[in-house]
């Protein structure tokens, strides 16, 4: 099987570092993109600036394989979205020239000639890969190992509580009521003057809220309402100046400032059971009426593709079992992930890995250079170095947040758990009624 190429799903930011690892191993990659671009996904949010900086957002592998032609890596600021793709992932993938396919989409992944029961020389046979292109065309495509690093971006969690969609939510998508990115101040129409809720709790919130706050001191008239399912407590706006990411940490100070100034209203314990149109209504009876709804509650991993493969995966992150203890955040916290590789990421189905965003399964903790560490790692395993493979090339930040067993959802507690302990409730501005109201 040496011949035949390793088939990286995805031309994402780790994909992309994933085919230039191969190429300087001296192995064959094969990109396989859904979209019609590099990075679609990336695209997709181009308005939104990242909080890690331009060192943190380049593959060493990648800048190796530009540099010869004049390429040349930024060496500070935060990018965009859309100028992470224009300076580095673009450029990155021009490079790779044939090496990438756009409009192939992977529907399935099996050993040839055997499917998930047979255990027979399993190990021995080609994988292969079934690929939609965007005309419609099938065909099946061999490959000697499968780095998987399509993302969870297709895949946003719903706003029902309970992990489904909430009652009507899909009729609401559908109607142009309820959407599931973060909204950008250059393309005001939807929001501007409008009442928008807001409901989720992470980074992707707090860039909404702010995006939302830029709107409103335009057009005054515009109002936001921001939803999340959890009491207030000195975690929930971010790590604040205790993150070693400052820009992360910048996001949730905004974020809290505008809702300590008034600009935006937070409704907290808010568990979301239905949606009619752009009114959402808790489980507990209150109802908010609004004109839009944005959906930011994380996102999970697409697996169906991977139904013939064997996969050893936590039940309940879906990411692979041997990182999901450093990254549950029912249990984790303080920054104090480890960097993972191939050993970390291996499956019980030989030479297949779950890399990137992907391999975090609904965890909310990924950083780029995460994935740049477990491409490096997962690539020089494949190339039989098993001593780069075990080597650890990185150390990650602090985020500066804890969050801890149960208590992390809980909308009737105030503080947080986990290896940090307790914190102690934060300001009264932010105590919220949790009886039945109507916000119109």
Known sequence: MTDLPVAVIGAGPQGLAAAAHLLERGLTPLVLEQGSEPAAAVAEWGHVRLFSAWPELVDKAAARLLEPAGWAAPESGYPTGAQWRERYLVPLADALDDRVRYGATVTGVSRKGRDRLVDADRAEQPFVLHVTSADGTEERLEARAVI???????????????????????????????????PDRAHS??????HTIVIGAGDSAFNAVNELTAIAKNHPETRITWAIRRAVSTNTFGGGEA??????????????KAVQDGSVELVTGFRTERVDGATVIAEDGRVIEADQVVVLTGYRPDLGFLSEMRLDLDPTLEAPRNIAVQIDPNLHSCGSVSATGAKDLAQPEPDLYLVGMKSYGRAPTFLAMTGYEQVRSVVAELAGDHDAAARVELELPDTGVCGGAGVFDDPDSTTSGGCCGTTAPSEEIFTISRTPITLS
């Open 189 to 194: 129409e939807a929001y501007a003057g409008r």
């Open 243 to 256: 993150d070693e990411l400052p820009e992360r940490g910048a996001l949730g100070v905004r974020a809290k």
């Open 148 to 182: 998987d690093a399509s993302g969870t971006w297709r895949r946003p969690n719903p706003a029902g509580a309970d992990g489904l969609p909430a009652l009507g939510e899909r009729a609401a998508h559908a109607a142009g009521a309820l959407g599931y990115a973060v």
